[in-house]
């Protein structure tokens, strides 16, 4: 089992442009989690996905889209990208309990 | 004032100290607390997983859960270098989402 993988690893952008991020598990799980991390910040969650074809608000969703694509994947897409939204991006997934298993991240830099 | 509040460190220690990390939170809601790992360019793992209050052991890693105090820690016992990395707590109220500390980065030294 691969886990939660993420594509890309690393992104560099910028001001303005779009791009999606992707990921997929292969656990099985309901639940699936976008987080960005920032120093001193801890991880914030963006949007989650409680279960196939439903998506919701985060703590922090302004400037973000998602798509639940089916059970295994969930992208997260910038349309606009700005320098505040540089920081490394987490998915996550969860299966009946609260258990989170998360990704290895992308590290996005928008210039 | 977050909800959950984390010391960040650095917390720098000798190879085979006691380490304590603490995290104190005020929403007495949460039932299921849970510490992470995450070294450097990586993915945050999990490491411990307590529900309501008590302590649970695993190996050189105990966790305890103070509910009435509103205070959770985690220590690990003859720490090695390979236990460097930024230790996170992490709770949730039944069926909802996970809230995270800021983080505390550990340094062990050999």
């Known amino acids: 089992n691969a886990g939660v993988t993420q594509t890309p690893k690393f992104q560099v952008l910028k001001t303005g442009q779009s791009m999606t991020l992707q990921c997929a598990q292969d656990m099985n799980h309901n639940s699936m989690y976008w987080y960005r991390q920032d120093p001193g910040m801890g991880l914030r969650l963006i949007y989650y996905?409680?279960?196939?074809?439903?998506?919701d608000k985060g703590e922090v969703p302004n400037g973000y889209n998602v798509s639940r694509l089916n059970k295994r994947e969930f992208s997260l897409r910038l349309e606009s990208a700005a320098p505040s939204q540089t920081s490394v991006y987490f998915c996550?997934?969860?299966?009946?309990?609260?258990?989170?298993?998360f990704g290895p991240g992308t590290r996005l830099t928008v210039l | 004032q977050k909800e959950v509040e984390q010391d960040p460190g650095p917390l720098s220690v000798p190879e085979g100290a006691i380490v304590s990390l603490n995290c104190t939170y005020s929403n007495s809601a949460f039932q299921y607390f849970m510490w992470y790992r995450q070294y450097s360019r990586k993915g945050p793992e999990l490491l411990m997983y307590t529900y309501s209050s008590g302590n649970k052991e695993d190996g050189r890693f105990t966790a305890q859960v103070d509910k009435s105090s509103k205070y959770i820690s985690l220590f690990i016992r003859d720490s090695q270098p390979s236990d460097s990395a930024t230790y996170l707590c992490a709770m949730s109220e039944v069926g909802n989402k996970l809230v995270f500390g800021a983080g505390t980065i550990l340094r062990v030294k050999s």
């Open positions: 996550a997934s969860s299966g009946t309990g609260d258990t989170q298993y």
């Open positions: 996905s409680a279960s196939e074809g439903t998506t």
